[in-house]
């Protein structure tokens, strides 16, 4: 059984691939793959196993995305502000849990881009409602067929029953 469960467990980790192990240096050592470095407690930590997967997640979205230069903070910003024309950057921030100041960052970049517009509130002279842009919105588009081409290579790498199941057992955090 122990052995089974530890077959089991190297299949997992090796389906998402782990990095090579790194001399001080930074370089791969010679012949060193990582598949005999041991995780120990690692492999039953749910925290470890959904950072690995988180990983695998980012970069398969950045390279699916590559093309039109955006990331999965940025993508999610636009979600928000385009399903909630007019909202404040204190919710966008609050509903997808980003500090504020990093928020800023992130609008001035896509306002740059002329994606999103900053209207001053007309209720709160201290804030601003977000809008997409037209440009914004024609890309938002564009942006969410790619994002569903990589979720169909999350479905392919676990299994369309498995992200399902995720999904649903992840959905008490979102």
């Known amino acids: 059984m122990a052995s ?23 370089r791969a050592h010679a012949g060193d793959t990582g598949d005999d470095i041991g995780l120990d407690a690692l492999v039953g930590h749910a925290g470890y196993a959904v950072r690995r997967f988180q990983l695998w997640i ?6 699916t995305l590559a093309t039109v230069d955006i990331h999965p903070t940025q993508y999610s910003v ?43 509130s007309a209720t709160d002279r201290r804030s601003h409602a977000l809008h997409l842009t037209a440009r914004g919105k024609t890309a938002l588009a564009r942006f969410k067929r790619l994002a569903a081409e990589h979720e169909r290579h999350v479905a392919e790498k676990i299994g369309k029953e498995n992200r399902e199941r995720l999904l649903q057992i992840l959905a008490c955090f979102t």
Request: net charge positive.
């Open 4 to 26: 089974q469960q530890k077959t089991s467990r190297k299949a997992a980790t090796a389906a998402i691939g782990r990095p090579q192990a790194r001399a001080a240096n930074g």
């Open 58 to 63: 980012f970069q398969d979205f950045i390279k």
């Open 78 to 120: 636009m979600t928000v502000i385009g399903a909630n024309p007019g909202l404040s950057q204190m919710a966008v921030a609050k509903r997808l849990g980003i500090e504020r100041a990093r928020l800023v960052h992130l609008l001035d970049s896509l306002e740059e881009r002329d994606f999103v517009s900053r209207i001053p």
